[in-house]
């Protein structure tokens, strides 16, 4: 998983993130705020944001050219 990709989100993280937010869309589409309710850290929350953020951006980069 995508997750997996993310240093500081270990399995318990990852199954939490996955429960209560649905899916990697729902994680993909969650604020910081939401991803800082399951895993309670905030720079690790800013940390995942940003990652799909860049997945986002680099992938709207590629549609482009």
């Known amino acids: ?3 997996d990709s993310i240093s500081g989100i270990g399995d318990r ?3 939490q993130l996955l429960k209560t937010l ?3 869309e729902g994680v993909r589409n969650a604020t910081i705020e939401e991803i800082n309710a399951v895993v309670r850290n905030k720079a690790l929350s800013e940390r ?3 990652f799909f953020r860049t997945q986002a951006e ?3 980069e ?3 050219e």
């Open 22 to 24: 649905g899916s990697i």
């Open 62 to 64: 590629t549609a482009n």
């Open 1 to 3: 998983s995508l997750l």
């Open 48 to 50: 995942i944001h940003a």
């Open 58 to 60: 680099m992938a709207d």
């Open 13 to 15: 993280r990852k199954e």
